[in-house]
């Protein structure tokens, strides 16, 4: 595999196996750091994941959260299995659009039941990550880093309406942690551009700066300070693509105390300032 560019892909894994699996990676392709998506085109898994053995069967899809010990025990043939893997950090730090709050359930649900799909979504998923593993390998430089990134995004949000569709038929048990966090994710889809604080968020959800923080980071992999900070970058770049907009309106909008606080802090965060971020837009 091409060396790639690890300042945009660190914490992206795609595998794709067809025929079988080795058995010299059946306890190392999972990386308890990373959220692991399982899809089965043909084929059979027998899956140890924590103390509970899972079947996944053709034309299912499997969810296998962080922080879960998970193994391969036994595979069925004819196998044709996609395995996608990814950290927390890169979902955040890529997303190329503000997410819906329904962008993050299947992040965050513990245990994950299997999905059956129908033969389209196994067709679109499929064809999906073959681009984004396809983008991994080129050695072709223009444009690499944004298809790569606009089709980690779709393939993201087209599991996430899969989840979504099928909620009532999986009946979703939520822990009382999980609850809080997507509680969380809800106040700061609606309030990111305007508080900036943690405090806001726990008051509001009637729990202390260090408890939301720790719950947070124990259910996604990031604090709720980190989030929100990738949240307030997030809009920043959406509103830096208006070239009717000027910087110093966009630091209004995001209610910063003046242009030199938002110019430190984006490129604190994202590392170019705002006005170098619009020049690679090539926004005049």
Same mark, same amino acid.
Request: glycine content about 4%.
């Given at each position: 595999?091409?060396?790639?560019?690890?300042? $945009?892909?660190?914490?992206?894994? *795609?595998?794709? =196996?067809?025929?079988?699996? #080795?058995?010299?990676? $059946?306890?190392?392709?999972?990386?308890?750091?990373?959220?692991? %998506?399982?899809?089965?085109?043909?084929?059979?898994?027998?899956?140890? @994941? +924590?103390?509970?053995?899972?079947?996944?069967?053709?034309?299912?899809?499997?969810?296998? #959260?962080?922080?879960? +010990?998970?193994?391969?025990?036994?595979?069925?043939?004819?196998? $044709?299995?996609?395995?996608?893997?990814?950290? /927390?950090?890169? @979902? =955040?730090? +890529?997303? *190329?659009?503000?997410?819906? *709050?329904?962008?993050?359930?299947?992040?965050?649900?513990?245990?994950?039941?299997?999905?059956?799909?129908?033969?389209?979504?196994?067709?679109?998923?499929?064809?999906?990550?073959?681009?984004?593993?396809?983008?991994?390998?080129? !050695?072709?430089?223009?444009?690499?880093?944004?298809?790569?990134?606009?089709? =980690?995004?779709?393939? @993201?949000?087209?599991?996430?309406?899969?989840?979504?569709? +099928?909620?009532?038929? %999986?009946? @979703?048990?939520?822990?009382?942690?999980?609850?809080?966090?997507?509680?969380? =994710? !809800?106040?700061?889809?609606?309030?990111?551009?305007?508080?900036?604080?943690?405090?806001?968020?726990?008051?509001?959800?009637?729990?202390?700066?260090?408890?939301?923080?720790?719950?947070?980071?124990?259910?996604?992999?990031?604090?709720?300070?980190?989030?929100?900070?990738?949240?307030? %970058?997030?809009?920043?770049?959406?509103?830096?693509?208006?070239?009717?907009?000027?910087?110093?309106?966009?630091?209004?909008?995001?209610?910063?105390?003046?242009? /030199? /606080?938002?110019?430190?802090?984006?490129?604190?965060?994202?590392?170019?300032?705002?006005?170098?971020?619009?020049?690679?837009?090539?926004?005049?």
């Amino acid at each position: 595999m091409p060396k790639r560019e690890s300042k $945009y892909y660190k914490g992206l894994k *795609i595998r794709i =196996f067809k025929r079988y699996i #080795p058995k010299s990676l $059946y306890t190392d392709i999972f990386d308890i750091k990373n959220l692991s %998506i399982l899809l089965l085109s043909s084929g059979s898994l027998r899956l140890k @994941v +924590n103390e509970t053995t899972w079947e996944l069967k053709a034309k299912e899809l499997m969810i296998i #959260p962080k922080r879960t +010990n998970c193994r391969v025990l036994n595979a069925g043939f004819p196998l $044709y299995m996609h395995f996608v893997s990814f950290t /927390s950090e890169f @979902v =955040f730090q +890529n997303s *190329i659009q503000r997410p819906h *709050i329904g962008y993050f359930e299947f992040f965050i649900q513990n245990p994950n039941p299997q999905i059956i799909l129908q033969n389209e979504e196994i067709l679109t998923l499929t064809s999906i990550i073959r681009l984004i593993d396809l983008n991994l390998n080129s !050695r072709k430089k223009n444009f690499k880093r944004e298809l790569l990134l606009h089709n =980690f995004n779709l393939l @993201v949000y087209e599991i996430a309406g899969i989840y979504h569709r +099928n909620s009532q038929s %999986i009946n @979703v048990r939520r822990s009382r942690k999980e609850k809080l966090v997507m509680d969380f =994710f !809800r106040l700061l889809e609606k309030n990111c551009r305007s508080e900036h604080n943690v405090s806001f968020y726990a008051d509001n959800l009637f729990v202390t700066k260090r408890h939301l923080n720790k719950i947070v980071k124990l259910v996604v992999g990031m604090p709720a300070k980190q989030l929100i900070e990738e949240a307030i %970058i997030l809009e920043a770049k959406i509103l830096l693509q208006d070239d009717g907009l000027t910087i110093s309106s966009i630091s209004e909008e995001l209610r910063f105390s003046s242009l /030199s /606080s938002f110019s430190n802090f984006f490129k604190k965060i994202s590392g170019s300032s705002p006005s170098e971020y619009r020049l690679g837009l090539n926004i005049k």
